[in-house]
């Protein structure tokens, strides 16, 4: 029809490093009532994985289990990302984030032993999804969505005036504009997000 779609590069709502930093607080302070360590733990884990690497929202979901390596409990971690075509690279997380990851799947490994033995004991960390439901179902990145629209709308939350605009984006734009800002060079931003051209990294700055 004669019309082009946007990317997912296009969209204009980014968060600088100062609310992402309000974000990622809210997410580890959020109340703990039932069901509390599904969602406190998974959702600091995937705000603080789009955050530090600038992940995708899909890339986020499409992390598996065997995608985390980290050589030593107080050591930082890599994930392997992949990317838009297949194409995979690595991200870096230190040793904050990593033990936030893996407080998370210590709660999946509990959670999914009731509730998903079949799952958990059965299928390979390759088949298994990093962060996912309690079914063990993998999340969407439509879901992605709404942990940081609900997590940036709590009550009392310096953010709740765009919460409802916020998405996953956003902080994929932070680190875009934060590390621009520190001056990395921007070939190795462009490498660090997956984007095939610099001239689409050029947008953030």
Same mark, same amino acid.
Not at 177 to 193: F, H, K, Q, Y
């Given at each position: 029809?004669?019309?082009?779609g946007?990317?997912?590069?296009?969209?204009?709502?980014?968060?600088?490093?100062?609310?992402?930093?309000?974000?990622?607080?809210?997410?580890? %302070?959020?109340?703990?009532?039932?069901?509390?360590?599904?969602?406190?733990?998974?959702?600091?884990?995937?705000?603080?994985?789009?955050?530090?690497?600038?992940?995708?929202?899909?890339?986020?979901?499409?992390l598996?289990?065997?995608?985390?390596?980290?050589?030593?409990?107080?050591?930082?971690?890599?994930?392997?990302?992949?990317?838009?075509?297949g194409?995979?690279?690595?991200?870096?997380?230190?040793?904050?984030?990593? %033990?936030?990851?893996?407080a998370?799947?210590?709660?999946?490994a509990?959670?999914?032993?009731r509730?998903?033995?079949?799952?958990?004991?059965?299928?390979?960390?390759?088949?298994?999804?990093?962060?996912?439901?309690?079914?063990?179902?993998?999340?969407?990145?439509?879901y992605?969505?709404?942990?940081i629209?609900?997590?940036?709308?709590?009550?009392?939350?310096?953010?709740?005036?765009?919460?409802?605009?916020?998405?996953?984006?956003?902080?994929?734009?932070?680190?875009?504009?934060?590390?621009?800002?520190?001056?990395?060079?921007?070939?190795?931003?462009?490498?660090?997000?997956?984007?095939?051209?610099?001239s689409?990294?050029?947008?953030?700055?």
């Amino acid at each position: 029809a004669g019309l082009t779609g946007q990317s997912d590069d296009d969209d204009q709502l980014y968060l600088d490093v100062a609310q992402t930093r309000q974000l990622l607080a809210l997410a580890r %302070n959020a109340p703990t009532p039932r069901r509390s360590a599904l969602y406190r733990e998974r959702d600091l884990a995937v705000l603080e994985v789009l955050a530090v690497t600038g992940a995708r929202a899909s890339e986020v979901t499409g992390l598996d289990l065997a995608g985390l390596q980290r050589p030593a409990p107080s050591s930082s971690a890599a994930l392997r990302i992949v990317g838009t075509g297949g194409k995979v690279r690595p991200a870096q997380t230190d040793a904050h984030v990593a %033990n936030d990851i893996e407080a998370w799947i210590a709660v999946r490994a509990d959670m999914l032993h009731r509730r998903a033995p079949v799952l958990a004991v059965q299928a390979s960390p390759e088949e298994q999804p990093l962060f996912c439901t309690r079914t063990g179902t993998r999340l969407s990145p439509g879901y992605l969505g709404d942990i940081i629209k609900r997590v940036a709308s709590a009550d009392g939350s310096p953010l709740a005036g765009i919460a409802s605009e916020l998405h996953p984006h956003a902080l994929r734009g932070a680190f875009v504009t934060a590390a621009l800002d520190a001056g990395i060079p921007i070939e190795e931003v462009a490498a660090a997000v997956g984007h095939a051209h610099i001239s689409t990294t050029l947008r953030y700055d």
